[in-house]
Nanobody, 132 residues
Framework: QVQLVESGGGLVQAGGSLRLSCAAS????????MGWFRQAPGKEREFVAS????????YVADSVKGRFTISRDNAKNTVYLQMNSLKPEDTAVYYC?????????????????????????WGQGTQVTVSS
């Protein structure tokens, strides 16, 4: 059974940093495009960042560009989200997700990975709360 387990969330003051981790029990982790999404209360789930299979390419939403960085360690089956200069509007439940990307097309065109429907597996989410 595939599991994605997020960790690293918590309460932080505005301007602070957090590093989220997502450990995946995917047998072929390196063949998946990985993404991070978030959902704030009363809002739809939104794309945050994605990373190619090799980790050589990344794509981040404009709302977090310059503050958040996505990375992965294929040897550890883990994807990370480094969040700096956090703002109260970053408060949300953060989810990691895995896209099988069967034909490898999206890994080479990460701007096409923003739709949540593309992802095959999801974690349970971790809460991030940023106080002002």
């Amino acid at each position: 059974q595939v599991q994605l387990v997020e960790s690293g969330g918590g309460l932080v003051q505005a301007g602070g940093s957090l590093r989220l981790s997502c450990a995946a029990s995917l047998r072929t982790f390196s063949s998946y495009v990985m993404g991070w999404f978030r959902q704030a209360p009363g809002k739809e789930r939104e794309f945050v960042a994605s990373i190619s299979r090799s980790g050589g390419s990344t794509y981040v939403a404009d709302s977090v560009k310059g503050r958040f960085t996505i990375s992965r360690d294929n040897a550890k089956n883990t994807v990370y989200l480094q969040m700096n200069s956090l703002k109260p509007e970053d408060t949300a439940v953060y989810y990691c997700a895995a896209d099988r990307d069967t034909f490898g097309t999206r890994s080479n065109a990460l701007h096409t990975t923003t739709a949540s429907a593309l992802y095959d597996y999801w974690g349970q989410g971790t809460q991030v709360t940023v106080s002002s």
